[in-house]
């Protein structure tokens, strides 16, 4: 008895760290401070967002990326790596304009990319607002894409 807890402890031991290391980049959720919208980013084999507006989605699965020049697609065959979320709520001052001041209210997350096929830092920024939604690519590369 004493020689198979061992062995099943032992196990436990070997198996636990490929369990504790091992990131969750199926799916990635933001919502807008108010929770109005909210935007599901599936990171698997190729990228692919949804927009949700109270509950009832108003932007189906659809497909993110560039199609380059020799016609690949890019990113093609992406990871998450270092995911950062941030919360934002400042007013700013324009020079000039219809109001003397504007709220900046918004939920963020910049999640990095990493994939075999692209050479150099490849990003995704999302930002919710109140009022919708807005995203961008981050790409720095030592390689000119076309």
Known sequence: MNILLRKAFTLLILILPFFACKRNTGSIRLSSPDTTYTFHLDV?????????????????????????SDGTVFPHAVEAGHIEKLSKNVNWQPVYGERNAYTDK?????????????????????????????????????????
């Open 44 to 68: 698997q084999d190729s990228l692919c967002y949804r927009v949700d507006w109270k509950g009832q989605s108003i932007i189906e699965k659809s497909a993110l990326g560039f199609k380059l």
């Open 106 to 146: 918004y939920n963020e997350v910049l999640v990095q990319l990493t994939g075999k096929t692209f050479e150099g830092g490849l990003a995704f920024r999302v930002r919710a607002y109140n009022e919708g939604i807005a995203f961008r690519y981050e790409i720095t590369s030592e390689k000119e894409l076309q």
